[in-house]
């Protein structure tokens, strides 16, 4: 019974994830997570400034 449950709770985490990580890309965030994402599509993004 606790196997289940632990599966069952990874499989939540990992679903939660995936869908925040489809749903940013379907915003046209590039750079997922980055504090500054929002400005990314803009080229403000400090990640891609190299």
Known sequence: MTD???I???AVII???AFY???AKKRGQKC???PYAKD???G???C???
Do not use: D, E, S, T
Request: glycine share 16%.
């Open 21 to 23: 990580v489809i749903r």
């Open 15 to 17: 679903g939660g994830a």
């Open 8 to 10: 069952l709770l990874v």
């Open 40 to 42: 990314a599509a803009n």
């Open 32 to 34: 997922i997570g980055c």
């Open 4 to 6: 289940i449950l632990i």
């Open 44 to 46: 403000g993004c400090p």
């Open 48 to 50: 891609h400034q190299k």
